[in-house]
């Protein structure tokens, strides 16, 4: 595609619930990010794929969050027994090898947990 | 421990004025330096980056001022226009990791 997909563009879920938000990054982009966004705040970094190397998870803000990435392509990122304060718009980017091109962001998605 | 700092939260400029933000980072390493404009709703969009071997880059009415010895850098917006209100983050890097992101800057331009 020409620009960072993510699904869904809003998700509303029930505290306890587990949700998976998807990313389909820019075809050739080897570099892949997602960030968390909430109200008014800054971007926070959660986890870094970057090609067949492990991914940088040291962002993750605890066990209930996980991500992977198939194929070199794709990425899922897993909120399991979702939390209230878990609510924020999840941003997901890409970018071609070593970031120093610049990443590309998503639209994102709005989660609320409810 | 915060390293990328951003500064002012917000501004308020008049329509034809000078914008400035600045940040200020703690990692020598980081070897790449973008800002990102963020309008309502939308994901952030690359505006302008440079990298620590020049002191200033410009784009159009937008100017990069880099000052490694300070471990600074600064985005210049010239003749701010309303459509430039959005909110800023300058981020950093460092081959291999992902950007680090400044709190943001909120700008409003009035006419």
């Known amino acids: 595609g020409a620009g960072v997909s993510q699904s869904p563009s809003n998700k509303v879920t029930e505290k306890g619930k587990d949700v998976e938000l998807r990313c389909d990054p820019i075809?050739?982009?080897?570099?892949l990010y997602w960030y968390r966004q909430s109200l008014g705040q800054g971007l926070e970094f959660l986890i870094y794929?970057?090609?067949?190397?492990?991914?940088?998870k040291s962002g993750l803000p605890s066990d209930r969050f996980s991500a992977e990435r198939t194929g070199g392509s794709v990425s899922t990122l897993t909120i399991q027994r979702t939390q209230q304060e878990d609510s924020a718009v999840y941003l997901c980017?890409?970018?071609?090898?070593?970031?120093?091109?610049?990443?590309?962001f998503g639209q994102g998605t709005r989660l609320t947990v409810v | 421990q915060q390293q990328v700092k951003q500064s002012p939260q917000s501004l308020i400029v008049q329509k034809g004025g000078i914008s400035i933000i600045n940040c200020a980072y703690e990692?020598?390493?980081?070897?790449?330096f973008p800002w990102y404009q963020q309008f309502p709703g939308k994901g952030p969009a690359l505006l302008i980056a440079?990298?620590?071997?020049?002191s200033e880059k410009k784009e159009g009415r937008f100017t990069i001022s880099f000052n490694k010895s300070a471990k600074q850098f600064s985005l210049h917006i010239m003749d701010s226009q309303p459509g430039d209100s959005a909110t800023y983050f300058c981020?950093?890097?460092?081959?291999?990791?992902?950007?680090?992101f400044g709190k943001g800057t909120t700008l409003s331009v009035s006419s």
């Open positions: 794929f970057q090609g067949n190397s492990a991914p940088d």
């Open positions: 075809s050739g982009h080897t570099a």
């Open positions: 990692n020598t390493a980081f070897d790449y």
């Open positions: 981020a950093a890097s460092r081959a291999g990791t992902a950007l680090i």
């Open positions: 440079i990298r620590p071997d020049v």
């Open positions: 980017a890409s970018s071609l090898a070593l970031s120093q091109a610049g990443a590309f």
